[in-house]
T-cell receptor
């Protein structure tokens, strides 16, 4: 998990509420990614950014938004439009086509 | 579209015995293949990768994987499993034709019994 931090570790959301998950890296990586992991399933890509001030939708972007104003930071907002947000969220970063380094994750639960 | 299949949801092995976790892939162009391990409530840890060169790749913690182009497989192996190897293992593929996005398999849970 070294080099990438995610906060908070646990997050609880009420119905209709937007919440923001933090992801910070000090690896000087250009690319950053957000994944969602559900029990018994693999990781699914939400959004990714290959450079500051630019990002692309992944496979399941609906109900989520991101920003990339700084190289080190890639926050993810889970909006009220995401109907089933309870999941484990993982942030990662990489250089080019090399392996991705993952943060420790944030577990989001809808109350 | 690229895809990864891990046909076994769980693999059980006795400590000291060989461990194999299977992975097959489908991708356009040359694949970049990766194995990751995940312990409970943690992020993924990188084990090894194949990009080009020797088909047998050695990685962390005594793991290795063999790239087989004709069978489109990239099976993970360890000659002698440890109880501490019990975890969730993910195979992943990346292709430039798919916009450099990483696609993960569904994961295989490994249980090593003492």
């Amino acid at each position: 998990d070294g080099g990438i931090t995610q906060s908070p570790k646990y997050l609880f959301r009420k119905e209709g509420q937007n919440v923001t998950l933090s992801c910070e890296q000090n690896l000087n990586h250009d690319a950053m990614y957000w994944y969602r992991q559900d029990p018994g399933q693999g990781l699914r890509l939400i959004y990714y950014s290959q450079i500051v001030n630019d990002f692309q939708k992944g496979d399941i972007a609906e109900g989520y938004s991101v920003s990339r104003e700084k190289k080190e930071s890639f926050p993810l907002t889970v909006t009220s439009a995401q109907k089933n947000p309870t999941a484990f969220y993982l942030c990662a970063s990489s250089i080019g086509l090399n392996e991705q380094f993952f943060g420790p994750g944030t577990r989001l639960t809808v109350l | 579209a690229q895809s990864v299949a891990q046909p076994e949801d769980q693999v059980n092995v006795a400590e000291g015995n060989p461990l194999t976790v299977k992975c097959t892939y489908s991708v356009s162009g040359n694949p970049y293949l990766f194995w990751y391990v995940q312990y409970p409530n943690r992020g993924l840890q990188f084990l090894l990768k194949y990009i080009t060169g020797d088909n047998l790749v050695k990685g962390s913690y005594g793991f290795e994987a063999e790239f087989n182009k004709s069978q489109t497989s990239f099976h993970l192996k360890k000659p002698s499993a440890l109880v501490s190897d019990s975890a969730l293992y993910f195979c992943a593929v990346l292709a430039q034709a798919a916009g450099n996005k990483l696609t993960f398999g569904g994961g295989t849970r490994v249980l090593v019994k003492p």
